[in-house]
């Protein structure tokens, strides 16, 4: 859970038009996060999938990189977006998805009704990026972003100009010395301090969020707790199988677990919307006169909503998990 909210964090804190700016690394980052929700399957599905999302966004922006309001569906919120989710698959469209997945049946897995509700999800989940910039300009965005990297990194923006034109081996190889010299954990152990001093007061609910957070992360260990005895009846047979014999008996032990995995989404989602989101809701209602005060660390505070919503249409990306056991 913890690498999915640091993922989600550089998500949430560049939007879509900084993304552009900044580059390949920070941008596949934010990506990360949204492409754990399509099947992978069949690369051709995921890549159109991402292409409509963008020019959904697209659409959203106007001409200086402003969201766009409409008149009939008002003010986007986090809230309005996670009411949107689309009704859960059945049993049976999952089942059948993951027959395709497995027998890597390409065509099947374009047509399916599960391919159709992740690509949703995943679009509700690209849209929270411009929630709440609608007073700023995209070089007011795009700033926020800059110095959110530059705080948390501490890379210059011309370093970070520079990262963004390397190849990703390069990338890779100038992140990996800058790691090793110690740099990133001491940007980032003064950004935890700074910003822990600003948020004192907001400790309390800060703590009830994190303590509905972990009871959604609860329903996956009951979950877990159902499922061993059921795991152990096909784990002898699993263990010894291959190939396509294989993909048929962990085809039966899905179609078995699939009633306690739907059942652990449909509970984590309920906590995150009707427990964790409202207070998330004070949290950020407190969090506007903080940044008020603070105006050049937009993006050193996390927008708990966000961040909230993000976890919660990452969930359902376990529907189309299966959980196995060592023992």
């Known amino acids: 859970m913890k690498k999915l909210i640091i993922v989600a964090v550089v998500a949430l804190m560049l939007p879509a038009v900084a993304n552009a700016q900044l580059g390949g690394v920070l941008e596949k980052a934010a990506r990360k996060t949204a492409n754990k929700l399509i099947d992978k399957a069949s690369n051709s599905a995921a890549e159109r999938a991402n292409k409509a999302i963008d020019a959904e966004i697209d659409k959203q922006l106007d001409e200086d990189g402003r969201?766009?309001?409409s008149a009939e569906e008002g003010t986007v919120t986090c809230e309005s977006l996670m009411r949107q989710m689309p009704e859960l698959p059945t049993a049976d469209q999952l089942v059948k998805h993951k027959e395709a997945e497995l027998g890597g049946k390409t065509l099947k897995l374009v047509a399916s009704k599960v391919t159709a509700f992740n690509?949703?999800?995943?679009?509700?989940?690209?849209?929270?990026?411009i929630v709440g910039y609608e007073s700023m300009d995209s070089a007011q965005i795009s700033e926020s972003a800059y110095r959110?990297?530059?705080?948390?990194?501490g890379m210059s923006r011309e370093e970070l100009e520079k990262l963004s034109a390397m190849s990703e081996d390069e990338q890779e190889a100038y992140i990996k010395q800058r790691y090793e010299s110690g740099?990133?954990?001491?940007e980032a152990a003064k950004h935890t301090l700074e910003t822990g001093e600003w948020l004192e007061s907001l400790q309390p609910l800060i703590e009830q969020w994190s303590a509905a957070g972990d009871k959604a992360d609860k329903a996956y260990e009951e979950m877990n707790a159902e499922l061993r005895p059921i795991y152990k009846k096909y784990a002898d047979k699993l263990s010894k199988a291959t190939s396509a014999e294989r993909n048929n008996i962990l085809l039966s032990y899905y179609t078995e677990a699939l009633p306690y995995i739907s059942a652990a989404v449909q509970k984590a989602l309920a906590i995150r919307l009707d427990e964790q989101l409202p207070v998330a809701e004070k949290i950020e209602a407190e969090m506007v006169n903080i940044r008020a005060e603070h105006p050049d660390a937009i993006s050193q505070l996390l927008n708990y909503p966000k961040l909230t919503a993000t976890q919660y249409f990452a969930e359902v990306s376990r529907l189309l998990e299966i959980p196995e056991f060592s023992n």
């Not at 690509?119 to 990026?129: F, G, Q």
């Not at 959110?148 to 990194?153: H, N, Q, V």
């Not at 740099?183 to 001491?186: H, R, V």
């Open 67 to 69: 969201p766009v309001k």
């Open 148 to 153: 959110y990297a530059e705080l948390t990194t």
């Open 183 to 186: 740099q990133f954990q001491a």
């Open 119 to 129: 690509a949703k999800v995943l679009e509700l989940s690209s849209r929270l990026s």
